[in-house]
């Protein structure tokens, strides 16, 4: 990486610069979508395993796997959410 000289960077004022940092924080705002994305798919896999455990138990408690089933389709409908924002927002970058 090569260093712009001071003096330049005085001359291009302020907004030039938030200018250029404008790539690099579009990519740090996809990621950050990411992670939470990533975070959700886990809450995904850990519910399903819930629901599995609560599924072996005798006797069945119904309104538990209702409560966690409907837990799981959030998820699953806020993971779709982010799927859309995220491709909305940044497909251009890919």
Known sequence: MK????RKMLEMGKQAIEMALVPIRAAQARKQGELEMM???EQI?????????????HPLNYSSII???DE??????????FEKIISELFDEQK
């Open 3 to 6: 260093l712009i000289p001071y």
């Open 39 to 41: 975070k959700i798919e």
């Open 45 to 57: 896999i850990s519910m399903e395993s819930k629901i599995t455990e609560l599924c072996t138990v």
């Open 67 to 69: 409560d966690k089933l």
């Open 72 to 81: 799981h389709a959030l998820l699953i409908r806020r993971k779709e959410q």
